[in-house]
């Protein structure tokens, strides 16, 4: 079965500076996707970025960042310039592409919050 | 478009007690998942549908029953609550595309906060 840990329960960050989650994944698998998710003290869930196991390029959407290690099977998010708008529990989270038969089903790491200081 | 809607938002019950949380979403997706969240252990997989018709256990499907009603409705049913289903619980959609943008990619709705007492 895969599993997905977090070690960091918490993290800070002092705004507009620079913090990295961790994320450590095990699977039998070659072929998935990993992402990161926010959710905020509102509750939702709001997917911050995906990385395509089969793709050697990290992912970056805007102040987001991955360090995508297949061999290691270590996904860390970075956080660039800090917002006070970050502050959110982050999950990690994996999904086998297992020719369609995973049907999508995610596997969560337990979170990381991070607390950003003005 | 609302997404993915949930109801009720929160939801007291005793022990015992039975109740249905009713997920839909307006999005045409055809896979739909109801997880749990509880503290220190992330979402739990409960149950979920890959498509209309069809429904499978997740991990922690014990104490849950499921009904994919149509393409986009999928409800969660708590049969006789028991203290430890106290909990968060979200439903979620995806489309099932294998490769490309947006693949695997779910979409949440805004979480049911259920205590039992």
């Known amino acids: 079965a895969q599993t997905v840990t977090q070690s960091q329960p918490e993290m800070s960050v002092q705004e507009a500076e620079t913090v990295t989650l961790s994320c450590t994944y095990d699977?039998?698998?070659?072929?998935?996707?990993l992402f990161w998710y926010k959710q905020p003290p509102s509750r939702q869930m709001i997917l911050v970025i995906r990385?395509?196991?089969?793709?050697?390029q990290n992912a970056t959407e805007n102040r987001f960042s991955v360090n995508f290690q297949k061999a290691a099977k270590s996904f860390s998010l970075k956080i660039s310039d800090s917002q006070l708008g970050d502050a959110a529990m982050y999950f990690c989270?994996?999904?086998?592409?297992?020719?369609?038969?995973?049907?999508?089903?995610?596997?969560f790491g337990q979170g990381t919050i991070l607390t950003v200081h003005p | 478009n609302a997404g993915v809607t949930q109801t009720p938002k929160f939801q007291v019950l005793k022990t015992g007690q039975s109740m249905t949380l009713q997920c839909a979403q307006d999005?045409?997706?055809?896979?739909m998942y109801w997880y749990r969240q509880d503290p220190g252990m992330g979402l739990r997989l409960i149950y979920y549908?890959?498509?209309?018709?069809?429904?499978d256990k997740g991990e922690v499907p014990n104490g849950y029953n499921v009904s994919r009603l149509n393409k986009r409705e999928f409800s969660l049913r708590l049969e006789s609550a028991a203290p430890s289903q106290t909990s968060v619980y979200f439903c979620?959609?995806?489309?099932?595309?294998?490769?490309?943008?947006?693949?695997?990619?779910?979409?949440f709705g805004p979480g049911t906060r259920l205590t039992v007492t």
């Open positions: 979620a959609s995806s489309e099932k595309k294998l490769a490309g943008p947006s693949s695997y990619e779910q979409y």
């Open positions: 699977t039998s698998e070659s072929d998935y996707y």
């Open positions: 990385q395509e196991a089969y793709k050697q």
């Open positions: 989270a994996y999904t086998p592409n297992a020719g369609g038969t995973s049907y999508g089903k995610l596997t």
């Open positions: 999005m045409n997706h055809n896979s």
């Open positions: 549908s890959a498509s209309e018709g069809t429904t």
